[in-house]
Structures are given as structure tokens and as C-alpha cells.
């Protein structure tokens, strides 16, 4: 861990540009000039935080500074700020990336400094969404937003969404028979898009506590079998095709994939509307229908001169009030997330039938795995399913592989 600490330090030497978004800049009292704040996201996204920050100067005199980064540069640039000593005092970042920071020291443990406040917090999160932070007992972020799994149908083409595996199988029996099919617009041939099975089977990658490998589990093997037999018995297609484009033509009038399609479907497949539905996800044999869900945490980095400071302003971006605000300006520039605070979902302005579904499949979805090195992990689950798949390996043999893998960071 030193020598990784030693190598970012001679980054940040070495590349002028590591403080070039504000964090760690001084005034003329020896202060920081206010709170800084890196978004991931896009640069209108980063907007919007500036302008609410403006009515959280009016009520608290305290200035932020928001910063947009690309998911491309984002993990690379928090570990050369964190090394070089110039990381900013709040940054929003993938759900895993707070246990993997935090466990470097480099996050403050939220839970700890700020109990009463993070136990009402912890309420008002979609339960799936929470279990994805917390850490070892340690919340390193809270949420910041979320993104969730759900199905996508063509109504005129099928009727009814599929309720079980059992109907999923039939619907694309009848589909197949038309040369029409399924696709996993997000997901496709990796953990994400096979999470779902593996948790309705009754499967999980971990024991409860995390101190256990399960991936090979009979409930996963099960899951992998099906998840399989999608693509290589029921033709779902092991190339990647845009859910609007199947949708538009009809060709793949079934669909798995996130939550912002549904604004993409309005803007790109206008000749259909009215035709097509959400649902949630098909139940498996534990008669769940969990369903994968993301989105980004926001936390503060242990190098802050101004905890408070953020912390406050982290809790004022949690409010229903401000998170409606967020909802509605990520709608207008198409970034599409939605508010993990479940009181804020009565402040949504959203058609109530899409609201029902999206709010009934929030409430049984699961998050990746709480674990430091998920992120490394992660890519043994998609060998193993693409060998499965593509190769038609055992099941068993790869996921017992997987679970070597998994082991082995998990001791790291």
C-alpha cells in the first residue's frame, strides 16, 4: 500500500494539473476559500449544485465551489488527489468506491461523527441501496442519487409482462417462433445483468457478514444456468443492441436495462408511444424479484478543514425539497437519475404509473457487494459468465473459480 501511496505522490509531482479543480486552495488567512465539491457527471449536473448552493449561502453564509469529472478520469484523479494531498472536502463517487477510499483513511467515517443524523438518513434510503455502503459498520457517504434494473415492454406485441421465470421462458418461446426476442440493454454477459437472478434464485456473491465467499453456491449455480440459457437457448444476443432500436422496430419487444431509458425511449422512439410499458422484473423460484440497483454516494474526504462545513451541505442536498429540484434538472439535461430519499417521491413530478413501478422495484433491489475490493472482484463473476455462455463451460467449474478469485481479495 506504501509503495502505491509513493507512486501517486510522484504523480501529483509530476502532473501540474492534479489541483487544477480547486481543492486545497488557500486565501489569504492561510483558509480554504469555501467547500469544494467534485461531481461525477456531467458539466449541467455540476450547474445545478452551483445553483443550489447559491440559496445554501443565503441560509448559512457558507460558500461551495462543484466541480464536474468524467467516470473515465474520476477513480484515478481521487487516488492521485488523496496521495498528493489536495483531495476536496466533498466528492460523489460509485457506490463501492467509499468502502475502497475509506478503507485507505482517506474518508471520514459518517456513521461515527455524525450518528443521529446518518441513522435518519439510513431511514429514508431504499433499504437495497443502504446495504451497498455501509461497510464493516462504517458509512464512508450517504446517497446521492440511484439508478435501478427494470423491465421494458411492448405492450401491443405483449400483452402482459412476464410475473415468474416460468412466464418469461413461454413469452420467449412465442417471440422466438416471430423472430423477435429479449435484450439486456445494460447488463449484458456480466455481473450486473446476472445479479438479479443470482439474488431471486436466493443466491448472493457473499454471506451476510462478508466474510464468506458464496458465488458457487448451488442458488447461483442454478441462476447461472438460467441466466445462460437466456442467450444461448432463448437468443438473447450476445452483441449489444440499443433498447430504443429494439423497441422501435419491434425485433426485441422485451427488454431489461435502467431506469433512464425511459427518457431515452421518449426522445428516440416517439412512433411508439403509447405502445410500450415498464414492469418490474420477472420473480424467481424465492418469489422475489430483486433487482440491481446503482447510483453514487457522496462523502467527505478526511483531509477537509471544513467537515461541518460539507456535512451540512451534504444533508441539505438529502432534503426532499432540494432532491426534487435535482430530479427535475436531470430530466431537462437528460442525466436521468433518480432521488434515493423515498420521501422525496411524493415531490416527484412523474406520471403516478411509472412512479408505482419504479418505487415498488426500488424497494426489492440490491446493490454490489459492501466490500473494499468489489471493483477487483467483480471481473472474475464476468469470466465466469462469459464462459459459461460463450464456451459453454460448466457452471459450477467456472463459479468454484470465481470463488478462488473472490477469496483472495477478500483476505487482501
Request: net charge neutral; proline share 4%.
Amino acid at each position: 500500500m506504501k509503495k502505491i501511496l509513493v507512486l501517486f505522490i510522484i504523480c501529483c509531482l509530476f502532473f501540474s494539473g492534479c489541483g487544477d479543480s480547486g481543492a486545497g486552495k488557500r486565501d489569504a488567512g492561510g483558509k480554504n476559500a469555501g467547500i469544494v465539491m467534485w461531481l461525477i457527471g456531467s458539466e449541467g449536473q455540476a450547474l445545478t449544485i452551483r445553483e443550489l448552493a447559491k440559496d445554501f449561502y443565503k441560509k448559512t453564509g457558507i460558500n461551495v465551489k462543484c466541480d464536474a469529472i468524467s467516470w473515465g478520469d474520476a477513480h484515478s484523479k481521487y487516488l492521485t488527489s488523496i496521495a498528493g494531498g489536495v483531495a476536496p472536502d466533498i466528492g460523489t463517487m460509485g457506490l463501492t468506491w467509499g468502502a475502497e477510499f475509506g478503507s485507505l483513511g482517506a474518508m471520514i467515517d459518517l456513521k461515527k461523527e455524525y450518528a443521529s443524523d446518518v441513522a435518519s438518513i439510513k431511514e429514508e434510503v431504499f433499504a437495497g441501496l443502504w446495504n451497498s455502503i455501509e461497510y464493516n459498520g462504517k458509512a464512508y457517504g450517504i446517497p446521492f442519487d440511484m439508478t435501478e434494473y427494470i423491465l421494458y415492454y411492448r405492450s401491443d406485441i405483449i400483452p402482459k409482462a412476464p410475473q415468474n421465470w416460468d412466464e418469461l421462458t413461454k413469452v420467449l418461446i412465442d417471440l422466438n417462433k416471430n423472430g423477435k426476442g429479449m435484450i439486456f440493454d445494460w447488463g449484458s454477459l456480466n455481473w450486473i445483468g446476472y445479479s438479479p437472478f443470482l439474488w431471486q434464485a436466493g443466491g448472493d456473491y457473499y454471506n451476510r457478514d462478508y466474510t464468506a465467499v458464496t458465488v458457487n453456491s448451488p442458488q447461483a449455480v442454478r441462476a447461472m444456468k438460467f441466466f445462460a440459457e437466456l442467450y444461448r437457448k432463448y437468443n438473447v444476443p450476445k452483441t449489444k443492441i440499443p433498447l430504443e432500436q429494439g423497441m422501435r422496430t419491434g425485433d426485441f419487444p422485451l427488454a431489461i436495462s435502467g431506469n433512464w431509458k425511459i427518457d431515452d425511449l421518449r426522445l428516440l422512439a416517439p412512433e411508439i408511444a403509447g405502445k410500450w410499458e415498464i414492469a418490474t422484473l420477472p420473480k424467481g423460484p424465492t418469489g422475489k424479484n430483486t433487482a440491481f440497483i446503482g447510483g453514487r454516494i457522496v462523502g467527505i474526504f478526511s483531509q477537509s478543514k471544513h467537515k461541518e462545513e460539507a456535512w451540512q451541505f451534504i444533508k441539505y442536498l438529502f432534503t426532499p425539497e432540494v432532491q426534487s429540484k435535482l430530479y427535475e434538472a436531470s430530466i431537462a439535461k437528460q442525466d436521468a437519475y433518480l432521488p434515493p430519499n423515498k420521501k422525496t417521491w411524493d415531490l416527484l413530478k412523474m406520471d403516478t404509473r411509472l412512479k408505482n413501478v419504479l418505487v415498488e422495484q426500488a424497494n426489492d433491489s440490491k446493490g454490489p457487494p459492501a466490500v473494499a475490493n468489489w471493483d477487483s472482484s467483480a471481473k472474475y463473476v464476468d469470466e465466469a459468465i462469459q464462459k459459461v455462455i460463450l464456451q459453454n463451460s460448466d457452471p459450477q467449474k467456472e463459479l468454484d473459480t470465481a470463488r478462488s478469485e473472490l477469496e483472495r481479495l477478500l483476505k487482501k
